[in-house]
């Protein structure tokens, strides 16, 4: 069974970095055709992707957030993560990873995410 | 500002059939990039509903069905149930920001 377990200080001071990981169990994160992603939701707000790493450690991102984030991956662990820079106000949000999933042949553009994380709350305060 | 458009709320009382909408544009929707749909209970992550504009993955009862014509996309639910109420989202790609994009969500509230 596939699960996703995200990790990070729930606090953080602003102008500061934010760290997220996420722990991937029942598949390795390097197996083919694998991708993983990062969404956030304000609170009280929907849902906003911010970024996909593949299995072979390739990144896109939001582009409206791009400078803002970094995804990175950790075969040795299966794990991938999240570093935010400069957080301020804005970036207070539950933070979810996900699998960035395809089940058909011709994939472009009609990636889903089929399983979530159980979220973790970053407040960015002093 | 999302670049999918759903109304904010709906409801509906038990046993009835109600609608989400999901308006998009030629960028997304009617680019004839799936469509696909999210329950977000209360309290919890998003669970995936609806892929590939009609697929139920396993375990999602068959009141729950998709479509997709055009610019647009819709979620039914028929046989409302208590259980039913929850914030809904729709999801595609966008290929003007090159970016996956989600709707604003709509609250269904079960009267």
């Known amino acids: 069974q596939l699960q996703l377990q995200e990790s990070g200080p729930g606090l953080v001071r602003p102008s500061e970095t934010l760290s997220l990981t996420c722990t991937v169990s029942g598949v390795s994160i390097s197996s083919g055709s694998s991708y993983w992603g990062w969404i956030r939701q304000p609170p009280g707000k929907g849902l906003e992707w911010i970024g996909t790493i593949s299995y072979s450690g390739s990144t896109n991102y939001n582009p409206s957030l791009k400078s803002h984030f970094t995804i990175s991956g950790d075969t040795s662990k299966n794990q991938f993560s999240l570093k935010l820079n400069s957080v301020t106000a804005a970036d207070t949000a539950v933070y979810y990873c996900?699998?960035?999933?395809?089940?058909?042949?011709?994939?472009?553009?009609?990636?889903?995410?089929?399983?979530w994380g159980q979220g973790t709350l970053v407040a960015v305060s002093s | 500002q999302s670049v999918l458009t759903q109304p904010p709320s709906v409801s509906g009382a038990p046993g009835q059939r109600v609608t989400i909408s999901c308006t998009g544009s030629?960028?997304?929707?009617?680019?004839?990039?799936?469509v696909h749909w999210y329950q977000q209970l209360p309290g919890t992550a998003p669970k995936l509903l609806i892929y590939g504009n009609n697929n139920r993955p396993s375990g999602v009862p068959d009141r729950f069905s998709g479509s997709k014509s055009g610019t647009s996309a819709s979620l039914a639910i028929t046989g409302l149930q208590a259980e039913d109420e929850a914030d809904y989202y729709c999801?595609?790609?966008?290929?003007?920001?090159?970016?996956?994009?989600f709707g604003g969500g709509t609250k269904l509230t079960v009267l």
């Open positions: 030629n960028s997304n929707i009617g680019a004839g990039y799936d």
């Open positions: 999801q595609s790609y966008d290929s003007l920001s090159s970016s996956w994009v």
């Open positions: 996900a699998r960035h999933f395809c089940s058909g042949g011709n994939c472009y553009g009609h990636y889903y995410f089929d399983y």
